[in-house]
């Protein structure tokens, strides 16, 4: 698939077949997406495949706290789990929000799920010392994500990024068995489509993209 055209097909696969995707064919999907780039190169990125029921269903478990929550901060008009702006809603009103099925269902209906951890002893936090919810620590394992979402549509398969059981953490990097000092960057259904999208739907260049300042000028390409 020409590069162009895998950057604008690649979307958010929740609808999978009942097809599988074999080791063989996930391994080459990593060995292609493992050339993404990390801090000082220093590869601290760690994939745990997940095909058992059980831990599925675990997941699923462990997706609820983050669900509800969102669900209902949205459903209250807020950004969910957004840390500029203090949400009203309550924990009775969280507890009392349900998590529909399909929000889930990907967990359970995918070929697989890979779950994305980082080795916070490699990264470099740059930010963390700003009054701020640290971000940079990020660009060492969302390349390395999203490679494998792109390698992924190159065989046919999909998948969505997911973080709501990274709500759940603690108990997830211990179902995983993950040493200490990693941290969960995603969750990763992964299938084949039941439909492939062929044109998406994003904000133009001009409306995200400024000259010099974030006021300056838009960039066109006049």
């Known amino acids: 698939m020409e590069l162009y055209e895998a950057m604008r097909t690649t979307h958010a696969v929740r609808d999978f077949t009942d097809d599988p995707l074999s080791d063989e064919v996930l391994a080459r ?14 590869q601290g ?9 059980e ?20 459903s ?39 779950v994305f951890l980082v080795d916070l002893g490699v990264v ?23 490679n494998t979402l792109l390698a992924a549509h190159e065989e046919g398969f999909g998948g969505v990024i997911t973080t709501m059981a990274v709500a759940e953490e603690p108990a997830l990097l211990d179902l995983l068995g993950a040493p200490e000092g990693y941290a969960v960057a995603a969750v990763v259904p ?22 010099e300042t974030y006021a300056g000028k838009p960039l066109t390409d006049d």
């Open 76 to 114: 209250a008009g807020e950004m969910p789990w957004n840390t500029i702006h203090p949400s009203a809603v309550t924990e009775e009103q969280i507890a009392a929000t349900r998590v529909p099925r399909a929000m889930t269902e990907p967990l359970l209906t995918a070929a697989v799920v890979l």
């Open 190 to 211: 992964l299938g084949k489509p039941v439909k492939q999208l062929t044109r998406l739907s994003r904000q133009p260049v001009e409306e995200f993209v400024t000259l």
């Open 124 to 146: 470099a936090s740059i930010d963390s010392e700003l009054d701020r919810v640290g971000v940079v620590s990020g660009a060492s394992v969302y390349p390395l994500v999203w």
């Open 29 to 42: 999907i990593l060995d292609n997406a493992r050339f993404a780039p990390s801090g000082g190169n220093r």
């Open 55 to 74: 831990n599925r269903e675990r997941l699923v478990e462990l997706s609820a706290t983050g669900a509800r929550r969102y669900l209902a901060q949205q």
């Open 45 to 53: 990125a760690h994939v745990v495949v997940v095909r058992s029921q």
